[in-house]
């Protein structure tokens, strides 16, 4: 119904952004409807002002669709319209979802059960850390992971749910037929083959920053949650917490030390109560746990992969899913009802434990 070289066509008229585009393809019916339509029928549409309406009215772009085209079928890839059924679920629901997506890879409905994670591209160990191990339990629990294939944080995610024989989707500042960066070609062909690389921008862009921030809303608009581990307070992380909160989407971050510059974005999420601090996956699942679909035959060993003091194990080990009062829980694991309640809360903090109403604890 959408023929591709008429969309190119249209898309590459000049002040034609994604919302115009959807729109007139919405009132058209198809791009070489759009096309053939006379300026008259085009101011029709709302946004299409009459300098606008002369303007697509004669325009031809042939040359731009036709090179586009040659690069698609060199590289492998193709275009998928937010009118297909392929186009992702989670994307169509943002406040301007691209009209068309360029993918390299597989896109499928089960895309919808993802998780973002972003952050610096210049990570701390402990950055480092965490993005290894939250990707890794992600993977395992088949949640598709979104990142950006930056440097640093990103390159880590992807990397790391590979390995895992998980799904991952990148997503690019650039033409899909452009890696960047250089030194992630080997990682950029091994996300196509299990999971896709996308981006909006059209084969041969190159990399410009000012592409990046508008990237991030597709980062965010293709998951449940974003998580930034680690962000300077003006690094592009912030961008995609900014844009996921805008989206009303979830938004996660991992603290870390007072005075770090690489914590300062995520401790001041959590600190304005924007981000709901996590210390592992637990934690994301509590929270959107009945939006996300899991291997939950795994679950248990992602659990324990949470550091626990002997007491917590203690108290712990007392819980099941079946609610126990504070003074139970207190004389069953023999210690008073106060040390009781500071480890039940940062149990409760490391997304193991739920407290209910009249002091009654349970497991997660």
Same mark, same amino acid.
């Given at each position: 119904?959408?023929?591709?070289?008429?969309?190119?066509?249209?898309?590459?008229?000049?002040?034609?952004?994604?919302?115009?585009?959807?729109?007139?393809?919405?009132?058209?019916?198809?791009?070489?409807?759009?096309?053939?339509?006379?300026?008259?029928?085009?101011?029709?549409?709302?946004?299409?002002?009459?300098? !606008?309406?002369?303007?697509? +009215?004669?325009?031809?772009?042939?040359?731009?669709?036709?090179?586009q085209l040659r690069r698609m079928n060199r590289s492998g890839?193709?275009?998928?319209?937010?009118?297909?059924?392929?186009?992702?679920?989670? !994307?169509?629901?943002?406040?301007?979802?691209? +009209?068309?997506?360029?993918?390299?890879?597989?896109?499928?409905?089960?895309?919808?059960?993802?998780? #973002?994670?972003?952050?610096?591209?210049?990570?701390?160990?402990?950055?480092?850390?965490?993005?290894?191990?939250?990707?890794?339990?992600?993977?395992?629990?088949?949640?598709?992971?979104?990142?950006? !294939?930056?440097?640093?944080?990103?390159?880590?995610?992807? #990397?790391?749910?590979?390995?895992?024989?998980?799904?991952?989707?990148?997503?690019?500042?650039?033409?899909?037929?452009?890696?960047?960066?250089?030194?992630?070609?080997? !990682?950029?062909?091994?996300?196509?083959?299990?999971?896709?690389?996308?981006?909006?921008?059209?084969?041969?862009?190159?990399?410009?920053?000012?592409?990046?921030?508008?990237?991030?809303?597709?980062?965010?608009?293709?998951?449940l949650g974003s998580v930034v581990i680690e962000s300077a307070?003006?690094?592009?992380?912030?961008?995609?917490?900014?844009?996921?909160?805008?989206?009303?989407?979830?938004?996660?971050?991992?603290?870390?030390?007072?005075?770090?510059?690489?914590?300062?974005?995520?401790?001041?999420?959590?600190?304005?109560?924007?981000?709901?601090?996590?210390?592992?996956?637990?934690?994301?699942?509590?929270?959107?746990?009945?939006?996300?679909?899991?291997?939950?035959?795994?679950?248990?060993?992602?659990?324990?992969?949470?550091?626990?003091t002997l007491f917590e194990e203690t108290i712990l080990s007392?819980?099941?899913?079946?609610?126990?009062?504070?003074?139970?829980? #207190?004389?069953?694991?023999?210690?008073?009802?106060?040390?009781?309640?500071?480890?039940?809360?940062?149990?409760?903090?490391?997304?193991?434990?739920?407290?209910?109403?009249?002091?009654?604890?349970?497991?997660?």
């Amino acid at each position: 119904m959408h023929n591709v070289r008429d969309l190119l066509r249209l898309s590459s008229v000049p002040r034609i952004g994604a919302h115009k585009l959807r729109a007139l393809v919405g009132h058209f019916g198809s791009p070489t409807n759009v096309l053939a339509a006379k300026a008259r029928d085009l101011i029709c549409v709302e946004g299409i002002h009459r300098r !606008l309406a002369t303007a697509i +009215a004669h325009h031809d772009g042939s040359a731009f669709a036709d090179d586009q085209l040659r690069r698609m079928n060199r590289s492998g890839a193709r275009i998928v319209t937010i009118w297909d059924k392929e186009y992702p679920e989670l !994307l169509k629901r943002i406040y301007d979802p691209p +009209a068309f997506l360029y993918v390299r890879g597989t896109l499928g409905k089960d895309d919808r059960n993802a998780i #973002a994670l972003v952050g610096t591209r210049h990570p701390s160990p402990y950055g480092m850390r965490i993005a290894e191990s939250l990707s890794r339990d992600l993977a395992e629990l088949g949640v598709v992971v979104v990142s950006g !294939l930056a440097r640093g944080i990103d390159t880590i995610v992807h #990397a790391a749910v590979i390995r895992s024989q998980g799904r991952t989707i990148a997503v690019i500042g650039s033409g899909v037929d452009i890696v960047y960066p250089p030194e992630n070609r080997s !990682l950029f062909h091994q996300i196509i083959e299990t999971g896709a690389v996308v981006s909006e921008f059209p084969m041969g862009a190159k990399p410009d920053a000012p592409n990046f921030p508008k990237r991030n809303r597709i980062i965010s608009g293709m998951s449940l949650g974003s998580v930034v581990i680690e962000s300077a307070e003006d690094g592009g992380a912030m961008i995609t917490a900014s844009t996921a909160l805008d989206q009303n989407r979830e938004v996660f971050a991992v603290p870390g030390p007072i005075g770090e510059k690489k914590s300062a974005g995520p401790n001041v999420l959590i600190r304005d109560g924007r981000a709901k601090l996590i210390t592992g996956v637990p934690d994301i699942i509590a929270e959107l746990g009945s939006h996300l679909k899991l291997e939950t035959a795994l679950l248990p060993s992602v659990q324990r992969t949470i550091a626990l003091t002997l007491f917590e194990e203690t108290i712990l080990s007392c819980l099941s899913t079946e609610p126990l009062h504070i003074d139970a829980i #207190a004389d069953q694991c023999q210690t008073t009802t106060s040390d009781a309640l500071v480890t039940l809360l940062s149990l409760e903090f490391k997304g193991l434990v739920r407290q209910l109403p009249g002091k009654y604890f349970q497991t997660t």
